[in-house]
């Protein structure tokens, strides 16, 4: 079974996907929900690496596009952001396509930099690009995760 996403550019994943980011990280996973119970958007992520490498991750984030524009998108980061503090990460990370300028904006105006481009990220017809992008967390005093790479990657090269 597939899910339907909210946007065409959310990353749409099938139903077992999404059970084992809700059972494993279920702190990590968001709904907002409209009075009326639509759902208006949502966020999932996890915590991952090792070391200075231990990080919170977004793996989707998507607002109904009739939701836009009210902030729901950055209390949905807040949310994620505030469970990775708890978690003592050093930084929270996602991926975004190198064509989504409004969700790059978006970011950027959340803290998030550029720290790499990902060549060939996401399959399609065109294969696209992506931005690994980072906000430092507290445990990052110096802020060497946000370092930029100045050479890109390709996917099977990302730890």
Same mark, same amino acid.
């Given at each position: =079974?597939?899910?339907?996403?909210? /946007?065409?550019?959310?990353?749409?994943?099938?139903?077992?996907?999404? =059970?084992?980011?809700?059972? $494993?990280?279920?702190?990590?996973?968001?709904?907002?929900?409209?009075?009326?119970?639509r759902i =208006?958007?949502? @966020?999932?992520?996890?915590?991952?690496?090792?070391?200075?490498?231990? $990080?919170?991750?977004?793996?989707?984030?998507?607002?109904?596009?009739?939701?836009?524009?009210?902030?729901?998108?950055?209390?949905?980061?807040?949310?994620?952001? #505030?469970?990775?503090? =708890? &978690?003592?990460?050093?930084?929270? #990370?996602?991926?975004? !396509?190198?064509?989504n300028k409004?969700? @790059?904006?978006? %970011? $950027?105006?959340?803290? %998030?930099?550029?720290?790499?481009?990902?060549?060939?990220?996401?399959?399609? /017809?065109?294969?696209? #690009?992506?931005?690994?992008? !980072? &906000?430092?967390?507290?445990? #990052?005093? $110096?802020?060497?995760?946000?370092?930029?790479?100045? /050479?890109?990657?390709r996917p099977?090269? @990302?730890?």
């Amino acid at each position: =079974m597939q899910m339907r996403n909210l /946007d065409p550019l959310t990353e749409t994943y099938g139903l077992p996907f999404y =059970m084992q980011y809700l059972a $494993h990280w279920p702190e990590y996973f968001q709904v907002a929900e409209a009075p009326n119970g639509r759902i =208006m958007g949502y @966020i999932m992520g996890k915590a991952e690496g090792t070391g200075e490498n231990w $990080h919170g991750h977004v793996t989707a984030l998507t607002v109904a596009p009739e939701y836009r524009r009210l902030g729901l998108a950055k209390n949905l980061m807040d949310v994620l952001e #505030d469970v990775s503090e =708890m &978690k003592k990460t050093y930084f929270v #990370d996602l991926f975004v !396509r190198v064509s989504n300028k409004v969700a @790059i904006d978006m %970011y $950027h105006r959340l803290g %998030y930099t550029v720290y790499r481009k990902v060549l060939e990220y996401y399959s399609g /017809d065109p294969d696209e #690009d992506a931005f690994d992008m !980072r &906000k430092a967390m507290s445990m #990052d005093v $110096h802020k060497k995760s946000v370092e930029p790479l100045k /050479d890109p990657v390709r996917p099977e090269d @990302i730890e």
